[in-house]
């Protein structure tokens, strides 16, 4: 195990709690985070068949307000915002001008002139430098809300039963990728249904100091229902096995959302200019006619578990590249997501493999996701 | 956890037991096992293979990395334990016990293994 020489990482408001556990913490992003409390793989289970409970403090919260508020999201960011209801989110992207992708974001519209944009932990600082310059000549306020909310999240089908048991709000109500501000155990929160782990699910933002509060009450809730703590290690297979892509692995700046096979973020229909118009433009035509290379899911027929980095083969060629890989507790076999040539990403393409320290694996090209949820 | 006061160690974190007959048993310590979190895929040296002492010799997987598996010992493998190449989980389980990883004909042992108390305090757990 090594350590690379880095400032002294952040804890989350729940740091001490997460040590009394005896989670195993590890640096993510800067942030000092749980990687798990126990065995990866039964925290992952508990979330595809009953509850979890992850702290995710390490989200970059942003709020912009104003009255230009939707204008300014509408040209910052490839989505069209202002189209979003109040009480309502959308997964979208910010791009640079050439179409590269600077993070993946949720945003949420709080109020007719009111959103809160979540970036990933490691773009935070970029998302936030990039929306205070694009805002220069709207009449809206871009402000770095990242110390005012802890985050935690209640993933899997227990979930609106938990919560229910300590709220009024009407989760019923409550639609996918949807927030409204309430009281969970006393606690004031915007309660969202959203989450990265492919179940139902809720993300409550709180203050920090009532962050413990709401932990200690979630756990009791949750306990008769099978509710555990869960680490960013279950929390990034389950994402794995949901299809979901993850910043600095699935997209990064290199590639645009239609390299990404995400194109459908992108709103062309919007009116006026927004970052990457034209660009992005030239990346559609180009993904349609041409697509260099397609994300595809793979599936082991072994067991050795492929890892971001590795070569995608066929016929002795490298035709693609791991993007991310971990054996699926749900699938039980190695699964990974990757970038491949055209010509090999067909689902069911024969002689696709994976390049696992020197030997060549065999691999089945399957269409992603990996695991749907029944609804 | 504590570590085995029969059993000696290496700083790659393998355990060695004292030889019967000559025959040694291998595997990776409980501290390693927590380190390395819940192990999905052991490749371990076969029958007949001459092992080197701190020399890779097999590798373990878990859900977030690849690890390499030292030998302890030098000597040739006399047995490499089938129930942890099917259920993997054993090293995380029963480290010391059922999830042992192979035996070996020690030819040799290095001389800087660590007692119990000596490995403890290296590992810091």
């Known amino acids: 195990m090594s350590s690379t020489a880095s400032p002294a990482p952040r804890r989350?408001?729940?740091?001490?709690?997460?040590?009394?556990?005896?989670?195993?913490?590890?640096?993510?992003?800067?942030?000092?985070?749980?990687?798990?409390?126990?065995?990866?793989?039964?925290?992952?289970?508990a979330v595809r068949t009953k509850a979890g409970l992850f702290d995710l403090s390490h989200m970059g919260e942003i709020t912009v307000t104003g009255p230009q508020a939707a204008a300014l999201l509408d040209y910052a960011l490839v989505g069209h915002l202002s189209t979003v209801g109040v009480g309502r989110a959308r997964y979208t992207m910010i791009c640079r001008a050439d179409g590269g992708i600077l993070d993946d974001l949720i945003v949420y519209r709080l109020r007719e002139a009111e959103y809160m944009v979540v970036a990933n932990a490691s773009n935070a600082q970029v998302v936030l430098d990039a929306l205070t310059e694009r805002a220069a000549g709207f009449d809206a306020e871009v402000r770095d809300d990242r110390d005012a909310y802890a985050l935690l999240a209640v993933?899997?089908?227990?979930?609106?039963?938990?919560?229910?048991?300590?709220?009024?709000?009407?989760?019923d109500g409550l639609k996918y990728y949807a927030g409204l501000p309430g009281t969970v155990a006393g606690v004031p929160?915007?309660?969202?249904?959203?989450?990265?782990?492919?179940?139902?699910?809720f993300e409550l933002f709180v203050a920090p100091a009532d962050a413990e509060r709401l932990w200690q009450a979630?756990?009791?809730?949750?306990?008769?229902?099978?509710?555990v703590p869960c680490g960013l290690s279950c929390r990034d297979t389950l994402r794995?096995?949901?299809?979901?892509?993850?910043?600095?692995?699935?997209?990064?700046?290199?590639?645009?959302?239609?390299?990404?096979?995400?194109?459908?973020?992108?709103?062309?229909?919007?009116?006026?200019?927004?970052?990457?118009?034209?660009?992005?433009?030239?990346?559609?035509d180009r993904a349609r006619e041409k697509a260099p290379r397609v994300l595809v899911g793979l599936v082991a027929e072994g067991r050795r578990v492929p890892r971001a980095g590795y070569p995608v083969v066929a016929g002795g060629?490298?035709?693609?590249?791991?993007?991310?890989?971990?054996?699926?507790?749900?699938?039980?076999?190695p699964v990974a997501m990757a970038y491949v040539d055209a010509a090999h990403a067909a689902p069911g393409t024969p002689g696709v493999g994976v390049d696992i320290r020197g030997s060549h694996e065999p691999y089945e090209v399957v269409a992603l996701p990996f695991y749907k949820r029944r609804k | 956890m504590s570590n085995p006061q029969q059993l000696r160690y290496s700083k790659e974190h393998e355990w060695l037991s004292a030889a019967e007959d000559g025959v040694a048993t291998v595997g990776i310590t409980e501290h390693a096992a927590n380190a390395l979190g819940d192990v999905v895929y052991v490749q371990l040296p076969e029958v007949g293979d001459t092992v080197t002492a701190g020399e890779t010799c097999g590798e373990l997987e878990s859900?977030?990395?690849?690890?390499?598996?030292?030998?302890?010992?030098?000597?040739?493998?006399v047995e490499a334990n089938q129930d942890v190449v099917d259920d993997p989980a054993l090293v995380n389980s029963a480290p010391f016990e059922g999830g042992w990883l192979f035996k070996v004909r020690v030819a040799q042992e290095p001389a800087d293994l660590l007692t119990a108390d000596e490995y403890t305090e290296f590992s810091g757990s």
């Open chain 1, 218 to 227: 979630l756990t009791g809730a949750g306990a008769a229902a099978g509710l």
């Open chain 1, 240 to 284: 794995l096995e949901a299809g979901m892509p993850l910043y600095g692995h699935e997209l990064s700046t290199s590639l645009t959302p239609f390299d990404a096979g995400l194109g459908r973020v992108v709103k062309f229909d919007k009116e006026g200019d927004f970052v990457g118009r034209e660009a992005l433009a030239e990346a559609a």
């Open chain 1, 317 to 333: 060629e490298v035709v693609g590249e791991v993007t991310s890989g971990a054996p699926s507790p749900t699938l039980g076999k």
């Open chain 1, 155 to 171: 993933q899997g089908p227990e979930s609106p039963g938990i919560l229910k048991s300590l709220t009024d709000a009407d989760l």
């Open chain 1, 189 to 201: 929160a915007l309660i969202a249904r959203t989450g990265y782990t492919g179940e139902d699910g």
């Open chain 2, 63 to 77: 859900t977030k990395s690849v690890s390499d598996l030292y030998s302890p010992v030098t000597g040739e493998v």
């Open chain 1, 12 to 45: 989350t408001a729940l740091d001490a709690l997460h040590r009394s556990l005896g989670a195993t913490m590890t640096d993510f992003a800067g942030w000092d985070m749980p990687l798990r409390y126990g065995s990866e793989r039964d925290e992952h289970t």
